[in-house]
T-cell receptor, first 115, second 113 residues
Framework: DTEVTQTPKHLVMGMTNKKSLKCEQHMGHRAMYWYKQKAKKPPELMFVYSYEKLSINESVPSRFSPECPNSSLLNLHLHALQPEDSALYLC??????????????FGPGTRLTVL | GESVGLHLPTLSVQEGDNSIINCAYSNSASDYFIWYKQESGKGPQFIIDIRSNMDKRQGQRVTVLLNKTVKHLSLQIAATQPGDSAGYFCAEKSGGSNYKLTFGKGTLLTVNP
């Protein structure tokens, strides 16, 4: 089973709202990732968690706040977003991110619209 | 900075033909590459990967070729089917330990019946 699940599938929020995106995997993977993808563009890395610790932050604005409560869950807390933050938010996981060739498996994404 | 890029943004083929999607990379230190397929409204799906100590790797109906001399990667799809219509992205691993993937621009493949 190489399934990464994400909820919700779609989210519409105002610029003053606070919401959270959730990601879950039960493959025993110890690295989890958040990506942002705009239409017809490749995914762009936002955050990497390795063994529940934040290891990479790609200079993401503080209105995006990641959290890794345990090895199976990854959250992305959203606050005071801008319309340009509207995008597909993808979660991925891999066995680790310190291995030689650890494949990343992606979830279906959350389609976020900021009004 | 260094990046992965693609030669063609769109590719249209007839059903049953072979498809070739190309990707150029600029980081000579990259040692691992992945091809992903992404259907509309879905997340990227792993297709095949290759390490830099290999020139070729084959899967089911797909072959990845790596030419390190010219820093070029290609994905060949045999007997292309309508279900192959999707976006295709190459990605390269960078950063050594604690690595991250950098994605290329992507190619949209359309298979005509």
């Amino acid at each position: 089973d190489t399934e990464v699940t994400q909820t919700p599938k779609h989210l519409v929020m105002g610029m003053t709202n606070k919401k959270s995106l959730k990601c879950e995997q039960h493959m025993g993977h110890r690295a989890m990732y958040w990506y942002k993808q705009k239409a017809k563009k490749p995914p762009e890395l936002m955050f990497v968690y390795s063994y529940e610790k934040l290891s990479i932050n790609e200079s993401v604005p503080s209105r995006f706040s990641p959290e890794c409560p345990n090895s199976s869950l990854l959250n992305l807390h959203l606050h005071a977003l801008q319309p340009e933050d509207s995008a597909l938010y993808l979660c991925a996981s891999s066995l680790s991110n310190t291995g030689d060739t650890d494949t990343q498996y992606f979830g279906p994404g959350t389609r976020l619209t900021v009004l | 900075g260094e990046s992965v890029g693609l030669h063609l943004p769109t590719l249209s083929v007839q059903e049953g033909d072979n498809s070739i999607i190309n990707c150029a990379y600029s980081n000579s230190a990259s040692d691992y590459f992945i091809w992903y397929k992404q259907e509309s409204g879905k997340g990227p799906q792993f297709i095949i990967d290759i390490r830099s100590n290999m020139d070729k790797r084959q899967g089911q109906r797909v072959t990845v070729l790596l030419n390190k001399t010219v820093k070029h990667l290609s994905l060949q799809i045999a007997a292309t089917q309508p279900g192959d219509s999707a976006g295709y992205f190459c990605a390269e691993k960078s950063g050594g330990s604690n690595y991250k993937l950098t994605f290329g621009k992507g190619t949209l493949l359309t298979v005509n019946p």
